[in-house]
């Protein structure tokens, strides 16, 4: 069975890392953010998809994705989304050593610095990170995990399950991972719709971060 929502003992022992926004009883707002683009045509998807509910989110981009996508990026800003640092190259925080991660990092930090776009921090590929990471970096980036991973990349999933466990979990304060990613595509293209209008639906505010 896929896990979409993070069981709470996570939270409690990485402290550190963002897990959710914290919120005000009154509060409605619902935080939507996208991994691994921008990605032609897909970004482009999900930013009409926003743009229909007046939603606003956080894309957590991969450097050499921006390099290559330069008018996607403008796009997203233009239109008052977010961007965060994602790595350069999708680095695996288990695969590299810590200097070749924080060199990632600082490559995308660079490129985001380059286009003067104001980051909101930092997103983990594959939400991995290790001891090392936790101590060196959650002190120098607000590093953004979520409390609802959709699973959209995962193709054994049905979009009505993900839909339906968007519906159960998503609530104020909620983190939302998607990605505007190919492989993610077939998925995405239906559940971001469904999401944004169960959203509107129930009054919750879709924010950037
Ligand atoms: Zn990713």
């Known amino acids: ?6 069981p709470r003992i996570v939270p409690a022992l990485l402290p550190k890392l963002i897990w959710s926004v914290p919120v005000s009883e009154e509060s409605n707002e619902v935080y939507f953010t996208f991994d691994d683009g921008p990605t032609p045509e897909i970004t482009n998807f999900v930013l009409d998809c926003l ?6 989110a956080t894309f957590f981009c991969i450097g050499k994705n921006i390099q290559d996508n330069p008018d996607i990026v403008n796009s997203i800003i233009q239109e008052h989304h977010r961007i965060g640092n994602h790595t350069m190259n999708h680095a695996n925080a288990w695969k590299y050593t810590m200097d070749q991660y ?4 600082q490559a995308c930090d660079e490129i985001i610095v380059e286009l003067k776009i104001d980051s909101v921090g930092f997103r983990p590929p594959y939400g991995r990170i290790n001891s090392e990471i936790y101590r060196n970096l959650s002190s120098q980036y607000p590093i953004y995990m979520w409390s609802f991973l959709s699973g ?9 399950s993900i839909i339906e466990a968007g519906k159960k979990h998503i609530k104020p304060g909620s ?5 505007d990613s190919i ?3 077939p ?11 169960f959203c509107y639906q129930n009054h919750l505010t879709v924010k950037a971060l």
Request: hydrophobic share 50%; no cysteine; proline share 2%.
């Open 51 to 56: 743009a229909k509910y007046k939603a606003k």
């Open 187 to 197: 998925r995405l293209k239906v559940v971001l719709p469904a999401l944004l209008d």
């Open 183 to 185: 492989k993610a595509f």
């Open 152 to 160: 959209d990349y995962n193709h054994d999933l049905s979009t009505k």
């Open 1 to 6: 069975m896929f896990i979409h929502q993070i």
């Open 175 to 179: 983190i939302l991972v998607f990605h």
């Open 102 to 105: 924080k060199k990632d990092i």
